[in-house]
């Protein structure tokens, strides 16, 4: 506890800022940038719930329960229609009076190593879980509709933040840095990649500039308002290890990790960094805390890394202001782009803001591995070798194991590496893609005990598995459906084009897509903007025109399975 702790302390010290500071305080550039954006409707308070909802939201959370439930959280649910009325008033409550129950503002927190790789002796390696009591996070689900129903009223969502948001994830994130990448590569520009690396963001968020931005930016008044501000004071966590328990220590700074509050309120408090960003024209995306820039520019355009160099400088500024730190160590720099262009480039950077240029030709952006030919071969080696790692493991207890367990296995640890992010590999050759049509082939060996001098194909199809390939196909067509009817970030939707003839054609009828011209030998014929048309325009009309998400998944997979295995 006191590490995590003395830890924030030293960052906040480190901005040379000790004390809470209202926005007032944040130089007048920043704070012009901040209030830019002013919300048409104001949200002055929470309007309390029916009974209907309430038990919608108990029967969908989880049945998770931690140490300060005074009752398990299954049982709760079971004995729920008899005390409803009770717990109905002790959300409504709170909601209607803008007070947070105290008892409400306690967390245990469980530290969690953030790689299973670290020494689990160094505290560094941890982070901070926070586990609230079961009802106090429905109470928070019941603000958090609210506050996302005025957020999306009002338009106030950063557009190119993906973090914690419906519709959005790490893949469609990834999907639109990558597609900018690739077709500015096909133009022959040269990329910079920055990704930011911030420490310890969620625990540093000073509760005064919270509060200022909630108010100001956002436009919460009134009792809403006073509610915020009871849930951000007078809070208190303690350690909970190998049932020992640390003191009790008041949380004058961030938001607890583990809420349901806290990962809204965290984008919201970054909101500013869009505006600052955009005002040097740098392309950006944002996944929480992690912040990616990237620059396209010709090789000798060397005089645009003073537009980065003053990008990054005013980043740094305003996080210093907002008691952010950057952490510069573990920030990285990549160039992308053919290998003589970016040769070029390479060497007229040596620092930015402090930053090296990384030293690797290999970075991991949420998750999946670049490399500066964008080629993924790093992250599918990366992939295999994980992938073969648990398989291993798996085919060791295989005889004790029942189909369904080991099928469930398998899919958590095999399959699902297999997918994260499988998109992004569209249009790769098939040679990039053995080595995990491999790793799928001998899963489905060790599941069903085939011998390996069978034939892989019929096993694949008994079990219902897409080859690799097809796999990654029906992740751009899903991508591309969720594009056109409404279910993906608006960045999606932009990619893709709906086809309009200029006179009257029975194709004008059929749902295609623009296929952009892009040159198929460099890397444009790899973005997501050409292989998702590419591929849609390929399927039959039913499977196009499916009305419903699981109609179209169920259609889609019949239409690739047939195709597969035909």
Request: with cysteine; proline share 5%; charged share 20%.
């Amino acid at each position: 506890m006191s590490f995590f702790t003395n830890k924030i302390t030293t960052i906040r010290e480190k901005n040379g800022r000790t004390t809470p500071t209202a926005l007032a305080d944040v130089p007048s550039t920043t704070m012009a940038l901040e209030t830019s954006v002013r919300p048409h409707l104001y949200l002055d308070y929470f309007s309390p719930i029916d009974l209907s909802e309430l038990t919608s939201t108990i029967a969908s959370s989880k049945s998770s329960t931690w140490l300060l439930d005074p009752i398990p959280t299954r049982l709760l649910k079971d004995i729920f229609p008899l005390i409803n009325t009770s717990i109905l008033d002790l959300i409504n409550l709170p909601l209607l009076t803008g007070y947070v129950p105290q008892a409400f503002k306690l967390a245990v927190i469980k530290p969690l190593l953030k790689k299973p790789t670290l020494d689990p002796g160094v505290l560094a390696n941890y982070r901070p879980i926070s586990n609230l009591p079961f009802i106090s996070k429905i109470l928070e689900k019941a603000v958090a509709k609210q506050l996302c129903d005025h957020l999306h009223k009002n338009d106030l969502f950063e557009d190119f933040q993906s973090g914690f948001r419906v519709h959005h994830s790490t893949e469609t994130a990834l999907v639109k840095v990558t597609n900018d990448l690739l077709l500015a590569s096909d133009k022959g520009l040269v990329s910079i990649l920055v990704l930011l690396d911030l420490s310890a963001a969620f625990d540093t968020i000073d509760h005064s500039i919270l509060l200022q931005r909630l108010e100001h930016v956002i436009g919460i008044k009134g009792t809403a308002l006073n509610w915020f501000k009871s849930y951000l004071s007078e809070r208190f966590q303690f350690v909970h290890v190998n049932d020992e328990c640390s003191t009790q220590t008041e949380v004058s700074h961030g938001i607890p990790q583990g809420s349901v509050l806290g990962p809204i309120l965290f984008t919201l408090y970054m909101l500013p960094l869009g505006n600052i960003i955009r005002k040097h024209n740098i392309n950006f995306h944002c996944y929480a805390d992690d912040t990616q820039l990237y620059l396209s520019m010709k090789p000798n355009e060397s005089g645009q890394l003073v537009k980065l160099q003053a990008c990054l400088k005013d980043i740094k500024a305003w996080m210093t202001c907002n008691f952010l730190l950057l952490n510069s160590d573990k920030t990285e720099v990549i160039v992308l782009g053919p290998e003589n262009l970016r040769n070029l480039l390479s060497n007229h950077i040596v620092t930015l803001i402090d930053i090296a240029l990384s030293s690797s030709t290999t970075v991991r952006n949420l998750g999946v591995i670049f490399d500066q030919n964008m080629s993924f071969k790093s992250h599918i080696n990366q992939a295999s070798r994980s992938a073969f790692f648990h398989l291993r493991n798996i085919a060791k207890i295989r005889s004790i194991l029942s189909q369904s367990d080991a099928e469930k296995l398998v899919h958590a640890f095999v399959t699902s590496r297999l997918d994260y992010c499988n998109s992004l590999l569209s249009g790769c050759p098939n040679n990039s893609l053995k080595s995990l049509q491999l790793i799928q082939n001998a899963a489905a060996r060790v599941l069903t005990g085939t011998s390996k001098r069978d034939h892989i194909s019929p096993i694949l199809a008994s079990l219902h598995w897409l080859p690799v390939k097809f796999r990654i196909e029906f992740k751009i067509l899903l991508l591309t459906y969720k594009a056109l009817n409404n279910k993906a970030p608006l960045y999606h939707k932009d990619l893709v084009e709906p086809y309009h003839p200029n006179r009257a054609l029975r194709s004008q009828s059929a749902g295609l897509l623009v296929v952009p011209r892009v040159h198929r030998s460099r890397m444009g014929g790899r973005a997501f903007s050409y292989q998702a048309p590419l591929l849609w325009n390929q399927l039959p009309v039913s499977v196009r025109e499916a009305d419903t998400l699981s109609t179209f998944k169920i259609r889609l997979k019949t239409f690739l399975f047939d195709k597969a295995y035909s």
